[in-house]
């Protein structure tokens, strides 16, 4: 049914209407770790009316270095546990990349200061908390949609959508999807409370961590957590996708993006805290769901030693960390710590969500 859906697809006037390319989605390279690189996972981008206003530009930049919107964080106490990450010396990036063009190399010495991160990717109930608490609108509400996968959709909400990202077909700009809609107006989050919130904007992010006094993690932060004390692996958990055949983290098996045969027992989100945690007692840092940091993107990192490196300045796109439940090695070779990808900062996507951290303990 869904090479059939395909193949209407082919026949479909391709819009390029919104190219938001978040994560992992397949390419049309072959199925190896190199043709990871063309995952179109840089594709899913609104083309938004006046993206080219310099002055808009500037405003996005100035939003990157403090948070857009300001909350009072009442009635957030104890909304997420917390974990302290001791800071430390650690190797950044990687001098074997799976996927060279995503800047995954050189390696380098980045020293990062103690700091306290969220257990948990952010729930949806955790969300829903703030959002009653503030009234807060996401940009995906704002838009009047957002990308959700194909293979996620109903056979009723796909017949009615004409447009798809021509990079990554499997990307569909979903009518009424948003946080509490992940795949359009007929769905809910009543039965995934405890699923990890998505299509969520960076801005989205930020404003949420701001409420809870808390902020989205560097990227550098960010790889240090994930490494979890460990030096110069793949994983969370050591070089061994699966160790003695267990699965530690929801992503996909079977053929992208046409069978997810789901043998790690998901082929969508899963309840946050469903695969064991790593090293500093953190979930799904790779898999599940994409993870916005602070960072702008860029591709080109000295080798010189930095401590608390925050990215370039300015950028047209944020670094996002940890694959997510549409990985695949074939496709998306990016449940990696080393491994990185972006989005423009207005996209939000059915994979694609976050976590806070603190400097100070909340
Ligand atoms: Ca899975
Ligand atoms: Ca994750």
Request: some cysteine; proline content about 7%; aromatic content about 12%.
């Amino acid at each position: 049914m869904v090479r059939v859906f395909f193949l209407l697809l082919a026949v479909l006037f391709v819009l390029v209407a919104v190219s938001l390319q978040s994560s992992c989605g397949g390419d049309e390279e072959p199925a190896s770790p190199e043709g990871a690189a063309g995952c179109g996972c840089d594709k899913l981008r609104r083309a938004a009316p006046g993206a080219e206003d310099p002055e808009e530009e500037k405003e996005e930049q100035r939003a990157s270095r403090e948070p857009a919107v300001k909350y009072t964080a009442a009635a957030n106490e104890g909304i997420s546990e917390m974990v302290f990450i001791p800071g430390g010396e650690f190797l950044m990036g990687t001098d074997s990349p799976g996927i060279p063009q995503d800047g995954e190399g050189p390696q380098r010495p980045v020293h990062v200061d103690s700091f306290y991160m969220d257990v948990l990717e952010v729930t949806n109930q955790q969300f829903q908390s703030f959002i009653r608490a503030t009234g807060y609108v996401t940009e995906a509400e704002k838009f009047g949609d957002s990308f959700v996968f194909e293979g996620i959709l109903g056979e009723a909400v796909k017949s009615q959508i004409t447009q798809a990202v021509a990079a990554a077909p499997w990307w569909l700009p979903v009518k009424g999807a948003n946080w509490k809609h992940p795949e359009g107006q007929d769905s809910n989050i009543t039965d995934r409370l405890d699923h990890p919130v998505v299509h969520v904007s960076w801005a989205d992010a930020v404003a949420f961590c701001s409420w809870a006094n808390k902020r989205l993690p560097t990227e550098a932060e960010w790889e240090y957590a994930c490494r979890g004390g460990l030096k110069d692996r793949l994983y969370p958990w050591g070089n061994k996708l699966n160790p003695k055949g267990q699965h530690y983290a929801n992503l996909w098996q079977g053929e992208f993006p046409v069978h997810n045969s789901g043998e790690d027992g998901y082929v969508k989100t899963s309840p946050v805290k469903s695969f064991p945690a790593n090293g500093f007692g953190l979930y799904d840092m790779v898999g599940n769901v994409w993870e916005w940091t602070l960072d702008w993107w860029t591709v080109h990192h000295t080798t010189d030693h930095q401590t608390n490196p925050t990215g370039p300045p300015s950028g047209q796109d944020k670094v996002k960390k940890g694959g997510s439940y549409m990985c695949h090695k074939s496709y998306c070779y990016r449940y990696r710590c080393a491994a990185r990808s972006q989005n423009t900062p207005d996209s939000s996507a059915s994979n694609l969500g976050f976590r806070c951290v603190s400097s100070e303990k909340r």
